[in-house]
């Protein structure tokens, strides 16, 4: 059985740090990609982020790049969102998703985890 997840969202002030988990089971870390979207309240749910399987090639929107670093522990099975200098526009549920080919396209995404809220305040 398949299972994504996450852990690790709360509440920041804005330039704040957060670090996401994302534990999956029934598979490994080699045999997909893992995507973060986030979804805002009233907004449409999009990719944030990614890290493939076979090379850990890693993707970033242009809102995270620079400021969001993904990493994954093949040991652990997880895979990490570190995300610093948060903004408020950085408010949103965060999803993690078994996202092939890192496609960030929610229809091609196999499973979801249960999302984490991240909070920044300013």
């Known amino acids: 059985e398949v299972q994504v997840v996450e852990s690790g969202g709360g509440e920041v002030q804005a330039g704040g740090t957060l670090r996401l988990s994302c534990a999956v089971s029934g598979f490994t870390l080699d045999d997909y990609a893992i995507g973060w979207f986030r979804q805002a309240p009233g907004k449409e749910r999009l990719g944030v982020s990614c890290?493939?399987?076979?090379?850990?090639?890693?993707y970033y929107d242009d809102s995270a790049a620079g400021r969001f670093t993904i990493s994954r522990d093949n040991a652990q099975n997880t895979v990490f969102l570190q995300m610093n200098d948060l903004k408020p526009e950085d408010t949103a549920v965060y999803y993690c998703?078994?996202?092939?080919?890192?496609?960030?396209?929610?229809?091609?995404?196999?499973?979801w985890g249960q999302g984490t809220q991240v909070t920044v305040s300013s």
């Open positions: 890290i493939n399987s076979s090379h850990g090639s890693t």
């Open positions: 998703a078994v996202d092939p080919h890192c496609a960030g396209y929610v229809p091609r995404v196999l499973y």
